[in-house]
């Protein structure tokens, strides 16, 4: 992963892939957990992005 967006668009991918029919019980569950991790991923990128520009404009503590 190189990016938040790239994170929230595989994300996307997985959550619509768990909801398809024919999607067994467990792989959707799988695909989820996957989803929601994630999304989890590209919120730690937003903030680290975050956090670098501010040390680069030098704010950080």
Same mark, same amino acid.
């Given at each position: ?30 695909? @989820? ?10 919120? @730690? ?8 520009d501010e040390e680069r404009r030098g704010?950080? @503590?």
């Amino acid at each position: 992963m190189r990016s938040a967006e790239e994170c929230r668009k595989l994300a996307t991918d997985y959550r619509s892939e768990a909801a398809e029919i024919g999607v067994s019980p467990r792989k959707a569950n799988v695909l @989820q957990n996957i989803a929601n991790s994630l999304s989890g991923l590209a919120s @730690q990128y937003e903030m680290l992005t975050a956090i670098a520009d501010e040390e680069r404009r030098g704010l950080a @503590q």
